[in-house]
């Protein structure tokens, strides 16, 4: 009796871990009253944890907060990286990742929301260039462009700029050196990363909304799973909150309080 109740008892729990490993998103945030959203320390103006209070701030926390308080939970940040924020939602640490790009490789690993906003490309001159008013400008072979390597502006210059003299650099930082020491003469950037470099080092040049306007999106990433109820419930409110105006207000609002940019700073033509 008692060797029957412990099969019993075993069979009970081996059961129980089996579903709780295959508990969807929206179940576990429903059990658990916690939304856990991936947070990158010093990812200026996306996410930012002040060193006195270690609050987050940034685009990523007000928006985990405004979602958890629509779902009726209280929200979780957890510290990850770009780099394994993927790995964090396939490992189950994090319901969702703010700001995160679907590129074809990433889309074969975790699912994504409707696009959270419009990451407007812009062309970041050396000081004398001549304004840049079209891309075509640009797509010659005297035009000597930098980017930094496998990011969005990457994919965008290659895909756009194919005449182009085009140098991939080990990172933002160092493809702003290579325009600044007149190396290069523009650095294709997004402008939530063009705007605040401009305004804490002006020195560097200027910067273009070169037409036709050409956007990245980006989303939110979520665990891969066949269970749409969290996907559906993160696209409603984001919908919501694009109505109302939220996601532009979120943005310019953080711009200026972390990156100094103010609102009436953005070109005309960027709609986020």
């Known amino acids: 009796m008692g060797a029957a109740a412990l099969v019993v008892a075993g069979v009970s729990v081996t059961g129980?871990?089996?579903?709780?490993s295959g508990e969807s998103t929206m179940d576990r945030v429903k059990r658990t009253k916690e939304l856990r959203v991936g947070a990158v320390a010093g990812a200026i103006p996306y996410f930012n944890k002040d060193l006195v209070s270690q609050k987050w701030e940034g685009f990523g926390p007000d928006f985990g907060e405004s979602l958890a308080k629509k779902l009726g939970v209280n929200v979780k940040f957890v510290e990850t990286t770009w780099g394994n924020a993927v790995l964090d939602l396939q490992a189950n640490k994090i319901d969702l990742m703010f700001a995160m790009a679907p590129t074809p490789q990433r889309m074969?690993?975790?699912?994504?929301?409707?696009?959270?906003?419009?990451?407007?490309?812009?062309?970041?001159c050396k000081k004398g260039h001549a304004p840049v008013q079209t891309w075509e400008q640009l797509n010659t072979p005297d035009a000597k462009v930098v980017v930094d390597i496998g990011s969005n502006q990457d994919q965008f210059a290659t895909r756009a700029l194919p005449k182009?003299?085009?140098?991939?650099?080990?990172?933002?930082?160092?493809?702003?050196?290579?325009?600044?020491?007149?190396?290069?003469?523009?650095?294709?950037?997004?402008?939530?990363?063009?705007?605040?470099?401009?305004?804490?080092?002006?020195?560097?040049?200027?910067?273009?909304?070169?037409?036709?306007?050409?956007t990245a999106n980006t989303n939110v990433g979520l665990r891969k799973e066949s269970n749409k109820d969290f996907e559906n419930a993160v696209n409603a409110w984001l919908d919501e909150s694009r109505a109302k105006g939220e996601i532009q207000a979120v943005v310019?609002?953080?711009?200026?309080?972390?990156?100094g940019v103010k609102a009436e700073s953005f070109p005309k033509e960027v709609k986020f």
């Open 164 to 214: 182009a003299s085009i140098s991939r650099l080990e990172s933002s930082g160092a493809a702003t050196m290579s325009v600044q020491t007149g190396r290069s003469d523009c650095q294709v950037l997004v402008v939530l990363l063009s705007q605040p470099l401009i305004a804490k080092r002006p020195d560097v040049g200027a910067v273009y909304v070169p037409t036709p306007v050409e």
């Open 252 to 259: 310019l609002k953080n711009m200026e309080k972390l990156a």
């Open 108 to 124: 074969e690993v975790v699912n994504f929301s409707k696009p959270l906003l419009n990451n407007t490309f812009t062309a970041v």
């Open 16 to 20: 129980a871990a089996l579903a709780q």
